[in-house]
Structure formats: structure tokens, C-alpha cells
């Protein structure tokens, strides 16, 4: 098998990349996904050489982060899972600028700023996902989104590294221009911060935290709010009012606590997943006439 040989190449010319199987679902917030190649590469060569064999045989590959808005088939991944684990994990200061390296988490960078006292992510606080993940998705929560702070990123594409500046990565509701293009790799994301006093911050980040905890199941396995808004309703109450809260399909149930959220009660799999979120949609839009549109991203 190719995916075989893949392995092989990256086995012999990357000898400090990790290379194992295993099952998607432990690399994912919600626990599912059958098992698949991943690789842990420590350096950008090693990177660049590991999407060059993937090219050469024809085999796909993704690059995932914290593994926290992704729904993996059950069948696993039919490529390379490139995990950014061990790279990209620095963050340094340069004024009040940060400069995050892809893989670190957004939990980590917001917690540095506020050291720093430097404010601009507090409503971000608590989203579980990587750096590059949120700027990938221009993730956002409570009026804000990582897209208000991004003052710059650098990414690999085709063998070459580019820096762009915010206003040409098209950062607007959950969409960056790095959806739109294959074969993207983030690296460094530059936060642009302002001063303010630590006491402050902290306060904010504090009661974004407890908001989180208060009205979202984060002691279930979740991908997070499953559903795109739709202009200014949010579409965990057009779901409540369904009556859907608590509906489940074998482990996946539309969380009681958040109708947003689908959890894993378990040992839920992607077709659970995937049906209840059809039966969903199709609920929705016979007593609302609106079509939920997925924010969550299927991976086969
Ligand atoms: C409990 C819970 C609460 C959440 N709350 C929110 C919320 O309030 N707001 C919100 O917006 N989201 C929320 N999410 C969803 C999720 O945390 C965010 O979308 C987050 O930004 C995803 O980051 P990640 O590193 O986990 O990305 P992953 O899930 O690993 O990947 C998501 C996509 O980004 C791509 N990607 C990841 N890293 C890179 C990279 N370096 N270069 C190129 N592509 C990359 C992947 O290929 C994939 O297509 C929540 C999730 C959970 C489980």
C-alpha cells in the first residue's frame, strides 16, 4: 500500500519525527475517529519533507491542532496526520505584540498575556483549541474573535514560508482564507495586545470562564457549538425550541445543558454523529424554515 511506503520514507529520512497509529479519537475533543497514520515532526524540514512524500505517492494529508472542532469518520483517516505537537510551541514578546507559534494553546497564550498585562483575548478564554486551529477558523466567542487581535501570520505553502498581515486572510464570522487553499500550514500567529492592568484582565478572563462553565457542557466530550450562527439568533435556542435538548442517536445527545453541543455520551461514533445532526437539521427546518449549516469539520 502506498500509505505504507509513505511511512517508510518518513521512518528513514525523519529520524526525530514520531511516527505511530492509532485511534483518531484520542486525539479529538469528542473522542471519536478510527485509527490512523500520525506524525510528530519536531522541525520545519522534516515537515516539508513529509508533505513532498505524501505528494510523491498521491497520499492526503491534514495538520491538526488540539483536535477540538473536528469529527473524524470512523473508518480513521485515509493519510497522514501531521500533529503539531512538539513544534511550534514558543511564544515570545516584542512589545506588546506576541508571537505564538501554531501549536501553542490559546488557554497558555491568554494566560501569558494576562501576566503581561496585556488585554485583547480575555473573551477568548476557555476555548480549547491551538493557536493555529483558532486562526484556521477565526474562532471567536462573546463578540470577539481571534481575527479582532491577528496582526500577522506566517504559514508554509508549496516549500515556502509567506507572512501576511491580517487584512489579507479574509478574517471574518468562522472563515480565514487558509479554509479556502490546500496545503496550508500556519505557524506563527502575531497578536497585536494593549496594555491594561493584570488585575483587570483577570477579572474578565475569570467571568468569560465562569460564563463557560455556567451554560456549556465542558465536562462531556464535545467539538464544541456544532451549528454556524445564523445572523443574530443563536442557534442553540431555535434547537431548544424544537424540543430537541437530551435527543440522542446511540452515544451522541444533544446536550441538555447547551442544545448547541452534541456530547459523547460514551462510546459514540461518527455515524451517530453525522445522523444526529441530519435529524437536526431536518427538524429545524421544518419548524423554522432556517438550515443549519455545520461548524464542526468532517474528516474521512
Ligand atoms: C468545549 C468546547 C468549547 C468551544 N468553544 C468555542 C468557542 O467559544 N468559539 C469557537 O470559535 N470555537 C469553540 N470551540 C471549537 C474549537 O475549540 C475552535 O474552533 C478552535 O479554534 C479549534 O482549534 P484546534 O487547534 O482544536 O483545531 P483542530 O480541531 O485541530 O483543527 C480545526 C481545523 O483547523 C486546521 N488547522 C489546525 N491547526 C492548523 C495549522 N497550524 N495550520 C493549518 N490548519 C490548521 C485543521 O486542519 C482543521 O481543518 C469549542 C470547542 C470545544 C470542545
Known amino acids: 500500500m502506498k500509505i505504507k511506503e509513505v511511512i517508510r520514507k518518513i521512518k528513514k529520512n525523519c529520524k526525530q519525527a514520531k511516527v505511530y497509529k492509532d485511534n483518531f479519537s484520542n486525539h479529538t475533543s469528542i473522542k471519536i475517529g478510527g485509527e490512523s497514520y500520525f506524525v510528530e515532526p519536531n522541525n520545519l524540514g522534516d515537515i516539508i519533507k513529509i508533505i513532498n512524500y505524501c505528494k510523491q505517492d498521491n497520499i492526503k494529508h491534514m495538520i491538526i491542532g488540539n483536535g477540538t472542532n473536528i469529527v473524524v469518520s470512523d473508518k480513521g483517516y485515509g493519510g497522514i496526520v501531521i500533529l503539531l505537537k512538539k513544534v511550534f510551541c514558543n511564544i515570545e514578546k516584542d512589545g506588546d505584540t506576541l508571537l505564538c507559534g501554531a501549536g501553542v494553546s490559546l488557554f497558555r497564550i491568554c494566560d501569558l498575556a494576562k501576566d503581561y498585562g496585556l488585554s485583547g483575548l480575555e473573551n477568548l478564554y476557555g476555548i480549547p483549541g491551538s493557536i493555529g486551529g483558532a486562526v484556521y477558523m477565526n474562532a471567536g466567542a462573546y463578540g470577539a474573535s481571534i481575527g479582532d487581535v491577528v496582526k500577522g501570520v506566517l504559514y508554509l505553502k508549496n516549500d515556502k514560508v509567506y507572512y501576511d498581515k491580517a487584512k489579507r486572510l479574509d478574517l471574518s464570522y468562522r472563515h480565514s482564507i487558509f479554509m479556502e487553499q490546500?496545503?496550508?500550514?500556519?505557524?506563527?500567529?502575531?497578536?497585536?495586545?494593549?496594555?491594561?492592568?493584570?488585575?483587570?484582565?483577570?477579572?474578565?478572563?475569570?467571568?468569560?470562564?465562569?460564563k463557560r462553565y455556567d451554560?456549556?457542557?465542558?465536562?462531556?466530550?464535545?467539538?464544541?457549538?456544532?451549528?454556524?450562527?445564523?445572523d443574530n439568533v443563536p442557534v442553540s435556542k431555535l434547537i431548544d425550541q424544537c424540543g430537541l435538548k437530551g435527543?440522542?442517536?446511540?452515544?451522541?445527545?444533544?446536550?441538555?445543558?447547551?442544545a448547541g453541543f452534541i456530547v459523547n455520551k460514551g462510546h459514540a461514533t461518527c455515524k451517530d454523529f453525522q445522523e444526529l445532526v441530519k435529524y437536526i437539521q431536518k427538524i429545524v427546518f421544518e419548524k423554522h424554515g432556517i438550515a443549519l449549516q455545520c461548524e464542526v469539520i468532517f474528516i474521512k
Open 182 to 210: 490546500n496545503d496550508i500550514i500556519i505557524l506563527r500567529v502575531d497578536i497585536q495586545l494593549v496594555p491594561l492592568d493584570k488585575s483587570i484582565i483577570k477579572e474578565k478572563m475569570f467571568e468569560i470562564l465562569k
Open 215 to 230: 451554560s456549556q457542557p465542558y465536562n462531556m466530550p464535545s467539538a464544541g457549538s456544532v451549528f454556524k450562527r445564523i
Open 247 to 258: 435527543v440522542s442517536v446511540g452515544d451522541c445527545q444533544v446536550s441538555t445543558k447547551h
